[in-house]
């Protein structure tokens, strides 16, 4: 996937843990750990908020987008 998620370079710079953001944010440890992993799909815009809120920072400073090879999905929607 292209967009690599730097939510647990953040918190090292914020010297905050997991759980406490997990807590402030209000979220599961395990959700937290799944998004700083990369191994969601999405992100609800009022969770990101909460985060950009506990860390002070802004969505671009935990998101980040990689160029690379675009992954397939059947050529479906592109107008080719």
């Known amino acids: 996937m292209p967009i690599v998620v730097t939510l647990d370079v953040m918190l090292a710079r914020r010297k905050m843990r997991s759980r406490e953001l997990a807590e402030r944010v209000g979220i599961t440890e395990a959700n937290l750990s799944l998004l700083k992993s990369g191994k969601v799909r999405g992100v609800r815009f009022d969770n990101l908020s909460a985060i950009c809120q506990a860390l002070d920072c802004q969505p671009g ?14 050529g479906e929607g592109h107008g080719d």
């Open 61 to 74: 400073d935990l998101l980040t987008w990689v160029p690379g090879p675009e992954p397939e999905d059947g």
